[in-house]
């Protein structure tokens, strides 16, 4: 006799509680669960950190905690388990808000006809019912989802999509096995440094340079100052220089425990074509493993993209535990907030 399966879908708004149910089932998708998992993870060490500086006045105080700041789990029970089958996070930034990033447990939802859309049904009226449409200008995830999911929110909330994808691109991993070093080092006249208060000008600049290449989220001069100053102050930004001018950038974000990310790869266009940015990448990356004892670095590369080629010389590739392809899908109408 099968076993009567049923889905239930939880609601989290406390971070730190979030990460604990959801912990022991996520142990072997630690790269491509961290779009996910990487604000609460921050998010649980800030509020942490705030109950200390009530009686340290030196530490700085926590920031305020987004009210539509909440995740949802979906998981499949029967009478001997309960399997975690996908994560939906609904998360504000500095610079307002992250799209509506979807992960699934690879295997958990299989493609038969029907199942993968009753998932992404589920997850879509419980998500009108936290959080107001309009908000919901764009999802991103593995492919399969996200198609399940727009079609689904399009006719809940009458939000259509955008006519072609915001982004398309695949999740690659960089681990210390991975990791390919470079026999040659960095010229005299270049240094890879941490970026400093110094060249927030040169970074905002090259932020706003940067936001343009996506076309869906352009920055004012103001909006991408302030983007560089968080960056610099969070000590998440390096730059490449040479002969003292700032030619790439490179971000790490989206941090957790065992992972983090890299992005806003830029090069000014006078400074291309001459290895900078695969230099500082290849720093970059191997400083957060062998440094800030990171076990894993990701990244997302669009399919399209030819700089697929400097990371796979790096020693990014596709995970093997999970579909590698993401989407971003785009809501028209939609109040659209920035990442």
């Not at 589920?122 to 492919?143: D, K, T, W």
């Not at 110094?198 to 001069?221: I, R, Y």
């Not at 992972?259 to 990356?285: D, H, M, W």
Request: charge should be positive.
């Amino acid at each position: 006799m099968a076993l009567l399966q049923t889905t239930k879908i939880l609601y989290h708004q406390d971070a730190s509680e979030f990460l604990s149910i959801v912990s022991p089932h996520i142990q072997q998708d630690k790269a491509s669960v961290n779009i996910v998992l990487a604000h609460a993870w921050r998010l649980s060490r800030t509020l942490s950190s705030s109950m200390q500086s009530q009686d340290d006045p030196r530490l700085e105080p926590a920031p305020r905690v987004a009210a539509e700041n909440f995740w949802l789990t979906i998981w499949r029970s029967s009478d001997k388990e309960r399997i975690l089958v996908a994560i939906l996070s609904s998360v504000c930034g500095e610079l307002g808000r992250y799209p509506i990033f979807l992960w699934s447990k690879p295997g958990s939802v299989s493609q038969r006809a029907g199942e993968l859309e009753s998932v992404a049904k589920g997850i879509v009226v419980e998500l009108a019912s936290r959080l107001p449409p309009i908000h919901v200008f764009s999802v991103f995830g593995g492919s399969s989802l996200v198609e399940a999911f727009a079609s689904a929110w399009s006719a809940q909330t009458g939000f259509k999509r955008a006519p072609s994808p915001y982004y398309h691109a695949t999740l690659a991993t960089c681990s210390r096995q991975t990791l390919v070093g470079s026999s040659q080092e960095i010229p005299q006249t270049d240094i890879i440094r941490i970026a400093e208060e110094k060249d927030v000008g040169m970074v905002a600049m090259m932020c706003g340079e940067f936001a343009k290449l996506s076309v869906h989220f352009p920055l004012s001069a103001d909006r991408a100052a302030l983007e560089a100053e968080r960056l610099i102050s969070h000590k998440q930004l390096y730059v490449y220089e040479h002969n003292k001018a700032i030619a790439s950038i490179c971000a790490v974000t989206r941090e957790t425990q065992s992972v983090v990310a890299i992005t806003k790869v830029y090069t000014s266009p006078q400074f291309r074509k001459n290895g900078y940015a695969e230099r500082l990448v290849r720093y970059v990356t191997e400083r957060m493993l062998a440094n800030e004892g990171k076990n894993i670095v990701v990244l997302y590369v669009g399919l399209k993209n030819s700089a697929r080629r400097v990371y796979e010389r790096i020693g990014f590739s596709p995970p093997i535990e999970s579909n590698a392809e993401v989407l971003e899908v785009g809501f028209v109408g939609t109040e659209k907030g920035h990442w």
